[in-house]
């Protein structure tokens, strides 16, 4: 069964698309809010399959929601449905990763295919929890596997990045956001434009510095002020 989270301004939008939820028996509804920063909160601790939201609400947009979870998951994110008045704004929302844009008043028919189509899209892909905690990174003519519970941090670096563990270093051609959607999100922060940390490695915060579990020397990793909020919410810490 999948799940999913309702967040719109208007409370008819949300009853309406409670009634399509409700229809379909694959689909269990874990959230239904007015308040985005209610659901931001929710989504702290929760990774519903599908998210159907609102763009134009008072306190944060569809567009800034997105963004945000983004900048916590990268592309390993719930599967995002704007829900929205105004037709203006598919371009910008399918840029964003959003696999599908319902025009209100959004009909049983086209809400049900949808999610027929959601349903379809995660069949093919393996579910999280069947997928392997480890990885391989080329290395001289040879493939090296990296375990995900062994790396300490990320650095991005130009046009590559470099992959710390305890024993090692390894440099490899790939960009930040490509590294951010194979690593798991429960587990990896990313905190400045050039790093992502284990959260398991992280000793202290002080300020905008963050140590981290490494052998001498101390390793401190800056953070930057776009993604102090959400590092701190992913900690728990307010």
């Not at 909160?41 to 947009?61: G, Q, R, S, V």
């Not at 809400?111 to 393996?126: A, Y």
């Amino acid at each position: 069964m999948l799940t999913c989270i309702i967040v719109d301004d208007q409370t008819e939008a949300v009853d309406l698309i409670k009634d399509h939820v409700i229809k379909i028996p694959s689909l269990s509804l874990l959230l239904a809010t007015t308040e985005p920063v209610e659901a931001l909160a929710f989504l702290d601790k929760n990774k519903p399959d599908i998210i159907f939201l609102d763009i134009e609400m008072p306190d944060i947009t569809g567009i800034a929601f997105v963004e945000n979870i983004k900048n916590r998951c990268g592309n390993n994110m719930s599967k995002f449905v704007f829900t929205t008045g105004y037709s203006n704004y598919a371009l910008n929302g399918y840029e964003q990763g959003v696999v599908d844009y319902l025009m209100k008043p959004v009909s049983f028919v086209r809400f049900k295919k949808c999610v027929d189509r959601i349903i379809d899209d995660l069949n093919k892909q393996i579910k999280p929890s069947e997928k392997p905690d480890f990885f391989f990174v080329d290395d001289d003519g040879k493939k090296i596997k990296i375990n995900f519970d062994n790396i300490i941090y990320i650095e991005g670096a130009g046009n590559y990045i470099i992959i710390v563990t305890p024993e090692a270093k390894k440099i490899i051609y790939k960009s930040m956001n490509a590294m951010q959607d194979i690593l798991p999100c429960d587990k990896f922060i990313r905190v400045h434009k050039s790093y992502i940390v284990a959260a398991s490695r992280i000793l202290a915060i002080r300020g905008n510095q963050i140590t981290l579990d490494i052998k001498s020397p101390e390793k401190t990793i800056p953070i930057g002020i776009t993604y102090r909020e959400n590092f701190l919410k992913q900690l728990g810490i307010n």
